[in-house]
Each structure stands twice: as C-alpha cells, then as structure tokens.
C-alpha cells in the first residue's frame, strides 16, 4: 500500500528553468511533509519540511507547496542549477503512524547546462 | 558533528549466503531505522528502534532477517539466508527523538548473485 505518490518519475530542466515534482498523500492524519534530496552513492538529507499549517514554505532557490484539502504537496526548484541534479523524494509522516516516514518513490532530476 | 556511518559500502553475495550491515547513529540518537531501497523505488522501512527495543518490525521478513541494536548505540542488520530480490542499498538512519528529523548514513549495496 504505497501512502505517497510521486510524480514524474523524472525530469530535466535547463540551467535556469523551474523544477516541479508533485506528491499526493492518502492519510489525513500525516502532519510532516519533508522533501529529501539524494546523490548518487549517497544517502538521503533533509532539503525542507512543511507542516500543514502553512500553504508554503521557501528556503533560497527550493519552495515547497502544500493544498491540504487537495492532499496534495509539491517541491518547486527555481533558477535550477546543474548540482541540483539527484533524486529527490518526497515523504510524509504523523503521529498517528507513530512519525514513520512513507517516501513517496523518487524523481531522478537532470540539470542540463 | 560525525554523521551516521555504515559499513560495508559494498557487499557482493551468492543467494543462500548470509550477510551482515553494521550501523553507527549519531551520538545521542535515540531512534534509529533501517530502510531498503531497491533500484528506481523510496526508501522502504525495514525496523525502528526506540534506545534498544523495537518500535516496529511490520516490514522486516523476519523468516530471514534479523536486527539487533545492542546497548541502545550500534546496530546490526543480517540476511540469512539471501535471495536475489535481498539486491538493494541498505539504509540505516537516526533521529534524536521519533519526532524529529532522521539523519541518514550512505548506505550499503548489497548484490545477491
């Protein structure tokens, strides 16, 4: 039973351009939206988090957005930038599922220059 | 601050054979996971642990795999035996409390052949 669903499983942008990934939540009661950032060989790290609280969330070139009665949330890159290639994946997580993070499964972003 | 650390980074097995992954948190971290992450899919959680006991081993296909974390510190994930689909990277992470965000070590690859 997959909680979040993600989409496009991948995407390239020009040197400049906007990257957009969508992710879709099924549980209601998920209250931490974070977005992970992953290089090849390594491990996930934290890009930003949201809280449904707030309709967004901006930390320099990343933004996320988050339509709670949509259940939907999604990542905005802007002015890409070729190191900004990598996976990333969205995953949520609450109390009721005891803060256990469901990642949703990946876009593979490619930054072209 | 040293991150999480895993060893090995590679591990390359026949199917039948067994296996074991190592995990050291980040001094301090409370909570501590283990995640499989197949190929083009998110990180998948295997087992939580709370200090030294398990929070939640849903996942783990415990007819083969097993996990300790011996005085609520290291960790130790073994296959026994493996299988081809065992073919994954394996993640360990940690979190100062369940509440809080999860910091993740590189990984080990594993191959069955």
């Known amino acids: 039973q997959q909680q979040v669903k993600q989409s496009p499983q991948s995407l390239i942008v020009q040197k400049g351009g906007i990257s957009i990934i969508n992710c879709a939540y099924e549980n209601t009661a998920f209250d931490y939206f974070p977005w992970y950032q992953q290089f090849p060989g390594k491990g996930p790290a934290l890009l930003i988090a949201?809280?449904?609280?707030?309709s967004e969330k901006k930390e320099g070139r990343f933004t996320i957005s988050f339509n709670k009665s949509a259940k939907q949330f999604s990542l905005h890159i802007m002015d890409s930038q070729p190191g900004d290639s990598a996976t990333y994946f969205c995953a949520a997580s609450g109390r009721s599922n005891d803060y256990k993070l469901s990642f949703g499964a990946g876009t593979t972003v490619t930054v072209r220059a | 601050e040293a991150g999480v650390a895993q060893s090995p980074r590679y591990k390359i097995i026949e199917k039948r054979q067994s296996v074991a992954f190592w995990c050291n948190p980040i001094s301090g971290h409370a909570t501590l996971y283990w995640y499989q992450q197949i190929l083009g899919q998110g990180p998948k959680l295997l087992i939580q642990f709370q200090n030294n006991g398990v929070v939640d081993d849903s996942q783990l296909p415990k007819d083969r795999f097993s996990a300790e974390r011996l005085k609520g510190v290291d960790s130790t994930l073994k296959i026994q035996p493996a299988k081809l689909e065992d073919s994954a990277v394996y993640l360990c992470?940690?979190?100062?409390?369940?509440?809080?965000?999860?910091?993740f070590g590189q990984g080990t690859r594993l191959t069955v052949v």
């Open positions: 949201i809280r449904p609280d707030v």
């Open positions: 992470a940690s979190s100062l409390r369940r509440e809080t965000e999860a910091f």
